[in-house]
């Protein structure tokens, strides 16, 4: 079955560090052109956080620019989120999403199940 699979959610402390995987498992490399990581609270609306696209294009939302680093590893069909100086308001449930093409907007088509992100003392 293809599909994509989160990893590496948890608690954390503010200021810890958390590192999410995404894997296309069952997908053929080089399959997607851009990959993005989106993450929702409830009663609000799933928000893009970064993405990265096959042409080196990358993009984080200003409230993670310094602290969040998104990157690709082709051979392994693998992208990350690595996530530093967290913040309490960075809890949230963080999904990993993919589209064929490389068009630098936040619509994706392909989704994971998510995986829960707490910080909290």
């Known amino acids: 079955e293809r599909q994509l699979v989160e990893s590496g959610g948890g608690s954390v402390q503010p200021g810890g560090s958390m590192t999410l995987s995404c894997v296309a498992s069952g997908y053929s490399r080089r399959v997607f052109g851009s990959m993005a990581w989106f993450r929702q609270t409830p009663g609000k609306e799933r928000e893009g956080v970064a993405r990265?696209?096959?042409?080196?294009?990358?993009l984080y939302i200003d409230s993670v620019k310094g602290r969040f680093s998104i990157s690709h590893d082709t051979a392994k069909n693998t992208w990350y989120l690595r996530m530093n100086d967290l913040k309490p308001e960075d809890s949230a449930m963080y999904y990993c999403?993919?589209?064929?093409?490389?068009?630098?907007?936040?619509?994706?088509?392909?989704w994971g199940q998510g995986t829960q992100v707490t910080v909290s003392s």
């Open positions: 990265i696209n096959e042409a080196g294009g990358i």
């Open positions: 999403a993919a589209r064929r093409d490389l068009m630098g907007n936040w619509t994706y088509n392909y």
